[in-house]
């Protein structure tokens, strides 16, 4: 080991500089640890400021103490809630919008506009009336009388847009024949008058076709004999009235008997020449007159001479 010669001046350099800095770190640490005022170990103050709190006033008593209830007054003081004056504005993000939700203004009501009428014109020929006016359905032909004004020659005679053959008579009258397939079922046929050309038409008029008269009897049963005599049993329909034809028998004065057998009974209208079939029923009223059923055909020898 070398030895240090102290009477060497760098060496005692060296040596008083070590001794003060082993001072230095010693009162460092003894600062550190333990401080240099009393035996209290030193704490920390934290410093709180209040932002726009109002300062308290508190009087000071130079040369006296103070009180209790000076002190507890002072904390109480301190311990008020802290009102803030300025007024704190809150940036609220605005909603986010839907964009399929969308608002929809109601439909005005619907206004019902009335189109002005355009007058029509004045048919250049005019239809007065037309004969007959009515007719009865499922009848044979007939001939139809037209009368009006301005009549030509070349006029024709119209019923549902079908022309008719027309034979002209005079300036205000025509003459046209109706078959009676334009007639069979009930109705009104609208006559009209047209030119050839189209130039000359008249005012439409119509024709009624009203449903023909029918007899008011049910079929309920019949009759026979030998030679063939058959009698048919009729029932009134309304007055529940049995009543027995043969052939060529007229009844109620309008519709004759024209044949007799098991499935249906024929009769002819005398005036307009209308045929009417009735079938033979068994749905008639049932009731203790015997003549009121059904009765079949049946032969009799007590007829023979």
Not at 16 to 21: H, R, S
Not at 106 to 130: E, F, I, N
Not at 235 to 260: A, P, Y
Request: no cysteine.
């Amino acid at each position: 080991m070398q030895k240090i010669d102290i009477r060497n001046p760098s060496e005692q350099k060296k040596l008083i500089w070590a001794v003060v800095l082993g001072v230095v770190a010693i009162v460092f640490l003894w600062w550190t640890f333990f401080g240099f005022g009393g035996g209290s170990n030193p704490t920390s103050k934290k410093v709180v400021a209040i932002t726009n709190a109002s300062p308290v006033s508190r009087p000071v008593n130079k040369g006296q103490p103070e009180t209790v209830l000076q002190v507890k007054g002072d904390l109480l003081n301190q311990l008020r809630p802290i009102v803030n004056s300025q007024t704190i504005a809150l940036s609220v993000p605005e909603a986010k919008r839907n964009i399929f939700a969308f608002y929809e203004p109601p439909k005005p009501p619907a206004q019902s506009v009335t189109p002005t009428p355009t007058p029509t014109p004045t048919p250049p020929v005019l239809l007065a009336a037309v004969s007959p006016a009515n007719v009865y359905a499922r009848t044979s032909d007939f001939s139809l009388e037209v009368t009006g004004d301005k009549f030509t020659p070349e006029m024709r005679v119209m019923m549902d847009g079908r022309e008719l053959s027309t034979r002209y008579v005079g300036p205000q009258q025509l003459s046209a024949s109706v078959p009676a397939a334009m007639i069979t079922n009930p109705g009104g046929r609208q006559v009209t008058l047209r030119s050839s050309d189209g130039k000359l038409y008249s005012n439409p008029a119509v024709l009624n076709v009203t449903p023909p008269p029918t007899p008011n009897y049910t079929y309920v049963g019949i009759i026979g004999t030998s030679r063939h005599l058959d009698t048919a049993i009729l029932q009134d329909k309304g007055s529940k009235e049995i009543v027995n034809v043969q052939r060529s028998d007229v009844l109620g004065g309008r519709f004759r008997v024209t044949s007799i057998s098991d499935r249906e009974l024929v009769l002819v209208d005398t005036n307009l020449k209308i045929k009417h079939t009735l079938p033979f029923s068994t749905e008639a009223d049932k009731g203790s007159n015997p003549l009121q059923r059904p009765t079949p055909k049946v032969q009799s020898d007590d007829d023979e001479p």
